[in-house]
């Protein structure tokens, strides 16, 4: 969303994070209690206190599809796994895993990875990015 | 390939290792009892495929372990029968009694 402001995005996140919490601002010491909590990777979800979750029918939709495929082919390349991939989710913190829908989750560390690796640069991506999104506004026009 | 420490059938505990980063053993059936069930083949173990260590990564026997769900949650409600199965790299389990 180009046209936010840092205080609105900010507030945009603080609202996405589904879990009350403690306010934390880099501590300077957190018991070893806390660190082990900390420590928890996000996709291990059993167990959590939690309420019943309604059950709803969702079709895939075109581009869930694109992102497992691209995702797949990236794997299939050699570029990196699937093991790497959830390790990759897991790092994107709690805000951006609970907050992401699933396949949003994978594309976003494919970029991710991606940039990592060397194999492109954030500048390409988002001069790209701005390229295809003037052009998606001159065609609503 | 090595051979598998544990047979289909053998009682085994879920260590509760510290772990710091990326894991596939869940916290919820750490330091629980289960049972055997399926062999897996080797691989590498999660902790070093999710860095991208396929090529020299720590390769172990996988086993799948199914518990009684009782074991798991003490106040499960549900038939006493119901299992959950879970799949573990040799690291993560021990013998459930130990050896005298």
Not at chain 1, 82 to 107: K, M
Not at chain 2, 15 to 23: K, V
Not at chain 2, 60 to 71: A, I
């Amino acid at each position: 969303m180009p046209g936010l402001t840092y205080d609105q995005l900010q507030k945009k996140a603080k609202d996405l994070a589904p879990e009350e919490r403690e306010i934390l601002d880099s501590p300077y010491t957190i018991s070893n209690e806390a660190y082990a909590a900390l420590r928890w990777v996000l996709h291990d979800v059993g167990g959590q206190v939690d309420i019943p979750a309604p059950y709803l029918e969702k079709g895939e939709e075109p581009w869930e599809m694109n992102t497992y495929l691209t995702c797949e082919c990236l794997g299939w390349r050699g570029a990196w796994n699937s093991e790497e991939r959830r390790r990759r989710e897991n790092d994107l913190g709690g805000t951006q895993y609970f907050g992401l829908p699933y396949y949003a989750r994978w594309i976003t560390v494919a970029t991710k990875s991606l940039v990592d690796k060397g194999y492109i640069t954030v500048d390409e991506l988002g001069a790209k990015i701005d390229e295809i999104r003037e052009r998606y506004e001159k065609g609503k026009q | 390939m090595a051979k598998p420490k544990f047979d289909v059938g053998d009682e085994v505990r879920v260590r509760n290792q510290t772990s710091l980063f990326h894991t596939r053993t869940q916290k919820y059936t750490r330091g629980h009892v289960g049972v055997v069930s399926e062999h897996r083949p080797e691989w590498v173990i999660p902790e070093d495929e999710a860095f991208g260590r396929v090529e020299d990564g720590r390769k172990e026997p996988f086993y799948v372990v199914r518990f009684k769900q009782t074991e798991l949650w003490p106040d499960y409600t549900g038939f006493e029968r119901d299992t959950l199965e879970s799949e573990f790299s040799e690291r993560w389990l021990e013998p459930a009694r130990k050896e005298k």
